[in-house]
Nanobody
């Protein structure tokens, strides 16, 4: 069973930074394409960023491109989301997701089999 555990959320002022981490259990982390999604109150879960198995390919939603960076450390079974220049509209619960069979960079929620429990990010104005 694959388990994902996010950490690193919190309260930050607009313009600040946070780094989210997602640790994945299991010995085959390097075979999983990974993604980050977010869900604001009353809204659908939306794609934020994704990364390929090796980390050589990354993908971003236009709303975060240039501000957020996704990366992974396969030796630590961890994927990261560095968030800079945060805006109040970035406020949401952030989820990491994993799947072994999808094309890296998939942007739809249904493509990912495994999900973490989420971590809250709140950006104050």
């Amino acid at each position: 069973q694959v388990q994902l555990v996010e950490s690193g959320g919190g309260l930050v002022q607009a313009g600040g930074s946070l780094r989210l981490s997602c640790e994945v259990s299991g010995r085959t982390f390097s075979s999983y394409a990974m993604g980050w999604f977010r869900q604001a109150p009353g809204k659908e879960r939306q794609f934020v960023a994704a990364i390929s198995w090796s980390g050589s390919n990354t993908f971003y939603d236009v709303s975060v491109k240039g501000r957020f960076t996704i990366s992974r450390d396969n030796a630590k079974n961890t994927v990261y989301l560095q968030m800079n220049s945060l805006k109040p509209e970035d406020t949401a619960v952030y989820y990491c997701a994993a799947d072994r069979t999808i094309v890296p960079g998939a942007r739809d929620v249904a493509s990912y089999e495994y999900w973490g429990q989420g971590t809250q990010v709140t950006v104050s104005s």
